[in-house]
């Protein structure tokens, strides 16, 4: 079991790093924080490059923390409010990645909620500094409350922009 967990904390956080890389830093064919700001206000997320800026500031943390095993619920909490976010704006699109969807910050969110409520193994920080108890059905259920408070806050800021200037 503890390889699992190591595994699927390197792989999650592997690819919230470059999910992040791609906004911050224009890595892996990323537009950087000047052309994703541009696409971040056509959704509403206004101003767009500062937004970009926390955005990528929160998986990277994110990223950190799951791949470090260090505050695991804090780190899944993170990585659920930003890929909420992220989903949002694909909706309308349905499910499916293939046609644009939200499958994918979907499959981050739900994994980082599972590290949430499972811990994050004993080949981690939390388990070498003796915060065993950082994980369990409260500990995940707290990431997942505040995860989903502060995704939905975002994207409930954005719908009101895009009515703003629509206007």
């Known amino acids: 079991m503890e390889i699992g967990l190591l595994l699927l904390r390197v792989l999650l956080g592997a690819l919230l790093f ?44 994110a990223a950190a923390l799951i791949v470090l095993g260090l505050l695991t619920p804090l780190g899944a909490a993170i990585a659920l409010g930003t890929m909420l976010v992220a989903g949002s704006v694909n909706v309308s699109k349905g499910l499916w990645a293939q046609n644009g969807g939200y499958e994918l910050p979907l499959v981050y969110a739900g994994l980082a909620l599972g590290l949430g409520f499972t811990g994050p193994g004993e080949w981690s920080l939390d388990h070498a500094l003796g915060w065993e108890e950082l994980s369990g059905a409260g500990w995940g259920a707290a990431a997942l409350a505040l995860g989903l408070l502060t995704g939905l806050l975002a994207v409930a800021r954005a719908a009101r922009e895009r009515r703003r200037h629509v206007g």
Not at 34 to 59: D, I, Y
């Open 18 to 61: 470059g999910h992040a890389a791609q906004k911050m830093f224009g890595w892996f064919r990323g537009h950087g924080p000047e052309g994703t700001g541009a696409v971040f206000e056509t959704w509403g997320f206004r101003p767009g490059k500062p937004l970009v800026l926390l955005a990528a500031g929160c998986e990277l943390t």
